[in-house]
């Protein structure tokens, strides 16, 4: 239950933030180029509040949390890139998904530890 408390707010502070974005860049507030780095950034920032939500509810090992939440999100990340949008192959991908993955790792890890202070 918590893997999936985790990953709803993953997506549910994605979709709030890329919503926010999308309203600005709508309105002309920020240009397309700053929203392209926007959506990147709130991506990230809602996996590491993932990896910090499973790391707060996680009892030992916070780095094996974080791998099964990360790896979830990017494979369905890869799922829906190439089987979805038939997307080709490029190298900058990768590094965003091993961005996210490490995010993910890194909020769980705090997570963890920062629970484990609470006790």
């Known amino acids: 239950m918590k893997y999936l408390k985790s990953l709803f707010i993953v997506i549910s502070t994605t ?25 990147l950034v709130s991506i990230l920032i809602s996996c590491f509040l993932g990896g910090l939500y499973i790391g707060f509810k996680s009892d030992t090992k916070g780095y094996l949390e974080g791998i099964k939440i990360g790896g979830g999100i990017v494979i369905f990340m890869l799922l829906l ?18 961005m996210i993955l490490i995010l993910t790792i890194g909020g769980s890890i705090i997570g963890i530890n920062k629970s484990d202070q609470k006790k």
């Open 81 to 98: 890139s190439y089987l979805g949008f038939d997307d080709g192959f490029r190298v900058i991908k990768i590094v965003y998904y091993l």
């Open 15 to 39: 979709l709030v933030m890329l919503l926010l974005s999308s309203s600005l860049c709508y309105f002309n507030i920020i240009n397309d180029v700053f929203n392209d780095v926007l959506k």
